[in-house]
Nanobody
Framework: QVQLVESGGGLVQAGGSLRLSCAAS????????MGWFRQAPGKDRELVTI????????YYADSVKGRFTISRDNVKNMGYLQMNSLKPEDTAVYYC???????????????WGQGTQVTVSS
């Protein structure tokens, strides 16, 4: 059983930055792919970025490429999402998730955090 807790969300002006953290329990964290998803009011949950178990490969949605950076520290059981040049359309609840399969589909993730709110004002 893996438990995930996101933190670091908040209110920021357009063009600003936030760093989200995902604290994971369980010794198996380092064997899982980790993804960040987000969901805005009235919209479907969408994939933001993925990092594989070792951190050697990453994937970014076109909407965040060049602005967001995903990373992980398997020794500390922590995942991170650095968000720069934030736009109002980035406003959403952000979720971290881990799974043995991973990939672009939400079904590839077995454990989810409760989410953290990110609000970007213009």
């Amino acid at each position: 059983q893996v438990q995930l807790v996101e933190s670091g969300g908040g209110l920021v002006q357009a063009g600003g930055s936030l760093r989200l953290s995902c604290a994971a329990s369980g010794r198996t964290f380092s064997t899982y792919a980790m993804g960040w998803f987000r969901q805005a009011p009235g919209k479907d949950r969408e994939l933001v970025t993925i990092i594989n178990w070792s951190g050697s490969r990453t994937y970014y949605a076109d909407s965040v490429k060049g602005r967001f950076t995903i990373s992980r520290d398997n020794v500390k059981n922590m995942g991170y999402l650095q968000m720069n040049s934030l736009k109002p359309e980035d406003t959403a609840v952000y979720y971290c998730a881990v799974g043995r399969t991973g990939g672009i589909m939400a079904s590839g993730y077995d454990y989810w955090g409760q989410g953290t709110q990110v609000t970007v004002s213009s």
